[in-house]
């Protein structure tokens, strides 16, 4: 795999980092913003259907708004590739012991949130996306599956795919499996980049079992050592200055990627 693509808009929802400007700021120097969830607006979604979602659409959705609105395009045209670790925890968790305690009070509306493509669907119906919206997971892996995915896509189809990243933090014994303390969701619409524009370049690369990634602030350091997901920090940083690079992205399983800027 030896990919070109351009990224052309991103979008980011975290504790402290609500958009792309705040990463912008800690990036020259600023602190992180209040430690609260992701602020991001969402104006594809009802204010029923935003009462009613779950932490992990919102915050998927927001960053998801950000990047099409940042490339100038309508999200209800590219199709798009959702990536998620764990999916939403918090709603595993209840599932798990209200099933166990007390299943006749199981919430018909939780449960029609706990599967994985919760996300994916609600973007599908939210953008009127009538082209493929698939939702993904690969563990810890999950950012770099989710991105040799979506590439492949763009170099298959020639034509911008939306990308979305995200994971939420674990409740009640998932804490042993997903010991993440700041849920985390960013994307990116990636294009076809032709030879004269700027563009980062993916390579697949075998047994590449530990990330490799020039340094960031101690604060986003932090963060992406905390949650798989906010790995994405790093490419999210190269497309803000186009010199945070090269990039390794480690996988446990299957190969990694190295990412740099096209030459």
């Not at 602020?39 to 659409?57: A, D, F, M, Y």
Request: with cysteine.
């Amino acid at each position: 795999m030896n990919t070109r693509l351009r990224i052309l808009g991103s979008g980011l929802s975290a504790p402290g980092l609500p958009d792309i400007d705040a990463l912008s700021a800690v990036l020259a120097g600023g602190e992180l913003g209040e430690d609260k969830p992701g602020s991001g607006s969402i104006s594809l979604l009802s204010p029923r259907e935003r009462r009613r979602c779950p932490e992990t659409v919102r915050l998927s959705m927001a960053a998801a708004e950000q990047a099409c609105s940042a490339a100038g395009i309508d999200p209800a045209q590219p199709d798009a590739v959702f990536t998620s670790g764990m999916g939403d925890l918090a709603i595993s968790d209840y599932m798990c012991r209200t099933l166990a305690e007390t299943p006749e009070l199981l919430s018909p509306m939780r449960f029609h949130n706990s599967v994985h493509n919760a996300a994916a669907g609600y973007w599908s119906i939210g953008a009127g996306v009538r082209g493929d919206v698939t939702a993904l997971s690969g563990a810890s892996d999950s950012l770099v599956t989710g991105l040799i995915e979506a590439a492949s896509r763009v170099a298959a189809d020639r034509r911008p795919v939306l990308l979305v990243i995200y994971d939420t933090i674990a409740d009640g014994p998932m804490r042993a499996v997903w010991s993440a303390r700041h849920p985390f969701a960013c994307a990116f619409l990636l294009g076809v980049a032709d030879d004269d524009e700027a563009a980062i370049v993916l390579h697949a690369e075998e047994g590449l079992r530990q990330d490799d990634c020039p340094p960031l602030t101690a604060a986003l350091i932090e963060r992406t050592a905390d949650n798989p997901a906010a790995r994405a920090l790093h490419l999210l940083a190269l497309a803000l200055d186009g010199k945070h690079g090269p990039l390794r992205l480690a996988a446990r399983q299957g190969p990694g990627l190295r990412i740099e800027p096209a030459t």
